[in-house]
């Protein structure tokens, strides 16, 4: 997305009137069932880090690719058009983010996504969009 239209999305969603409670009467009950299931705030941390590396289209490209079976360096290099080496970088963030793994077969190098929480995260988002 280019600059202009992100300051554009940036803008509308400041200027929204987003409907807000006319009276400020909190409802304990609501919040007394509701606080055991509000994420702690280091949880929150870390799942706002992993959303942050997922926050990118050439990292989201590599785990659509991931998502159907593992791939080396460079059967990923040739799938997205990126160079081995801008490939080794987008992998080292989701590996140090445990998104994906790793096996050395040789000289080469497969990667997979980790576990099957990622392709569902990744299938669910993608179902999401698709509605």
Same mark, same amino acid.
Request: with cysteine; aromatic share 4%.
């Given at each position: 997305? #280019? ?17 807000? *409670? ?10 007394? !069932? ?33 998502? %159907?079976?593992?791939? *080396?360096? *460079? ?9 081995? %080496?801008?490939? *080794? ?11 994906? !793994? +790793?096996? &050395?077969?040789?000289? #080469?190098?497969? +990667?997979?996504?980790?576990? !099957?929480?990622?392709?569902?995260? +990744? &299938? ?8």
């Amino acid at each position: 997305m #280019n600059k202009h239209k992100e300051k554009q999305g940036l803008d509308l969603l400041q200027s929204s009137d987003a409907p807000t *409670c006319d009276t400020h009467l909190v409802h304990l009950d609501n919040v007394r !069932s509701t606080q055991a299931e509000i994420l702690a705030t280091d949880k929150a941390q870390q799942m706002a880090e992993i959303f942050g590396v997922l926050a990118d289209t050439n990292r989201l490209r590599l785990l659509s690719a991931l998502a %159907s079976q593992e791939l *080396c360096v *460079c059967d990923l290099a040739a799938l997205t058009k990126m160079t081995e %080496s801008a490939v *080794c970088h987008q992998l080292r963030l989701l590996k140090v983010m445990r998104l994906v !793994s +790793y096996r &050395r077969e040789g000289r #080469n190098v497969y +990667y997979s996504l980790a576990d !099957s929480h990622i392709i569902n995260l +990744y &299938r669910s988002l993608l179902e999401h969009l698709d509605d």
